[in-house]
């Protein structure tokens, strides 16, 4: 709790000081920083636990030999502030979801969803959550189809497309080949 009003605390203080919101030391540098250093405190505690029944709280015992799936978790909450800050910076930009932008309330909704997948996911990946996974395959499912779309109307370049594509190919399978570590 201390953590989250520290982190909150500096996102008012760095928003004041620079007039905006988010600042790139504040997304890329104290955020991810103060996040990693109580993730890793967490799963120390909860590794180096010698009761069976007194795990800390955000890694039950079940996801135990998961801290790969638990750091994917992680690497998705911090896409998460990544897609806000994009979001407040470009207000004007307009995702392509299946070769089209929507125009405004849907425009808006639209670019909501990325955030609010990734946080779930995330929040899925760190609890190691069947309904994580589950939550991760529709949006890598609705992603492959997407991006292919998108590179068969949009014009090019496509790097960004890509390499989205490549990297949610091997996430994905990744993911499958752990999928056992998920429980319910």
Known sequence: ?????????????????FEGPFTPFLLYAF???????????????????SSPGSLFPILPLPSRGSVDLQAIGFLFLLTAL??????????DYGLKILGTTLPGVWGVLSKAQSPTLHILIGVGFLLVKRWGFFVYLLYAG????NVGVNLAVLPG?????IAFMVSLAVFTAYILWRRQRFVA
């Open 31 to 49: 955020v991810p920083v103060v996040a990693a250093v109580c993730w890793a405190r967490q799963v120390q505690d909860a590794y180096s636990s």
């Open 1 to 17: 709790m201390l953590t989250l009003g520290l982190m909150v605390g500096a996102a008012w203080y760095f928003g004041y000081a």
């Open 142 to 145: 609705f992603g492959v189809i």
């Open 157 to 161: 370049p496509h790097r960004i497309r």
């Open 82 to 91: 990544t897609d806000l800050y994009i979001i407040q910076a470009r207000p």
